[in-house]
Each structure stands twice: as C-alpha cells, then as structure tokens.
C-alpha cells in the first residue's frame, strides 16, 4: 500500500542556508500535518493543510513557510537556518474528510542537519 | 496546550503489564496514542473519541475519562515488540483546536526477555 513519502531523506545544510522538505501524502488524503521532532523529543506540531488552505498553525517559526499544492502535496520552506533547526521533520497526512478523528499516516521523516 | 505523560520511562520484563497515563489541563475532544521505534516514524495504535471509551489493538488497550480529562494505556502481558515510545497525542475541545493535534513528551518502554 502507499505511504507517506517525505524527500529528501537526509539534508545538510550550513547556518544561515535555506531547505525545504517535501511530502506527498497517500492517494486521497487531504490534510497534511509538518511536525518537528528534535532528539529524544516529542513531535511538535508546526502547521497543517486541508484541501490546500492551511488549517491550523502551531508552534512554527517565522523563518519557516510552507503550503500544499494542487496535487495534494506540500512544502515545508525554511530559511536562515539555524543550528537548533536540526531534527526529524515529519509529515502525516490522513483521510478525506477525517482529519484528525482517526489515524495520521506518518512519513519516515527527513532528518535536517545544520552545521 | 501540551499533554503531561507519565512515566518517563519504565522497564518491563515479557509478560509484564504496565499503565502509560495522559493528561491536560483542558477538555480534550481526542485522545491518540502513537507508537516510535527509534529513528523511526510513530506509528498509530489507536484513537479515543468519546469519554469512557475504551479500544484495544491486541493486548494494548486503553481508556479515556473525559471528565478527569486523561487517558490510559494498558499494555498487557507484554512482548519485546513493544519496546518503544510511546506518545499520547490530544486534540483539545472547540473549533479553534480542530485538527492539531499535540503530543506529550513520550514514555519510554523497554522489554527485556
């Protein structure tokens, strides 16, 4: 079955660059939720998107924006990059209609590593 | 607003049970608990919508007391496979709440044989 798909799996970049992320939820899921996990952390919620408007901000930096696209998947644009920015960022999405009444479909992550 | 787990961690030998609480100081409209094998994305177990509800995925179980606003999960005669963390994750009541959801700090697990 398909999953979550999260590119690049792996990034480094210096202080001050910028990176973005990149999700394709499953086939027919219309909401896509960013979370940031920093080592032996809990998952934070950043920002999430439904039908492509973003529904719901959390606890995003400025330096940070995202959005979804047409075809349902998003971006996650983060600039002037900090060393505190490294982490697991994960993109879950879940199903027409459901939101977050039943599961979020988790990605393997893109682990972000700033030098 | 972020729930409180507890324990931190806690170390089980097979077949042991142990209790995972969560807790918010606000009226919770869900209760999700995650499982998170290290580097590794979490993976779902199982989703609480109404107060007193009750749900099980073999013998992990787990209950929500809306009115004390917590959940539990129950692991029950536990296998290795359930070592990992685990986080609760809450989505609190009213509309400017919908769709975040926000987990606690993870309760770590290890089972030893």
């Known amino acids: 079955a398909a999953g979550v798909i999260q590119s690049p799996r792996h990034l480094i970049k210096e202080k001050r660059e910028t990176a973005t992320l990149k999700c394709y939820p499953i086939p027919r899921h219309d909401t896509v939720y960013w979370y940031q996990q920093g080592p032996g952390q809990d998952p934070q919620f950043l920002i999430s998107?439904?039908?492509?408007?973003?529904?719901d901000k959390g606890s995003i930096p400025d330096r940070f924006s995202a959005q979804q696209f047409s075809d349902y998947h998003s971006e996650l644009n983060m600039s002037s990059l900090e060393l505190g920015d490294s982490a697991l960022y994960f993109c879950a999405s879940s199903p027409e209609g459901q939101g977050t009444d039943g599961e979020l479909f988790f990605g393997e992550g893109s682990r972000l590593t700033v030098l | 607003q972020q729930p409180v787990q507890s324990p931190q961690a806690v170390i089980l030998r097979e077949g042991e049970d142990a209790v995972i609480n969560c807790s918010s100081s606000?009226?919770?409209?869900?209760v999700h608990w995650y499982r998170q094998k290290h580097g590794e994305a979490p993976v779902f177990l199982m989703i609480?919508?109404?107060?007193?509800e009750q749900k099980g995925h073999e013998k992990i179980s787990a209950s929500f007391n809306e009115k004390k606003q917590q959940s539990s999960l129950y692991l029950t005669a536990s296998q290795l496979s359930y070592s990992g963390t685990y986080f609760c994750?809450?989505?609190?009541?009213?509309?400017?709440?919908?769709?975040?959801?926000?987990f606690g700090a993870g309760t770590q697990v290890v089972v030893t044989p």
């Open positions: 609480l919508l109404k107060g007193g």
């Open positions: 994750g809450t989505e609190d009541q009213g509309t400017d709440s919908w769709g975040k959801l926000q």
């Open positions: 998107f439904y039908e492509k408007m973003q529904s």
């Open positions: 606000k009226a919770l409209y869900s």
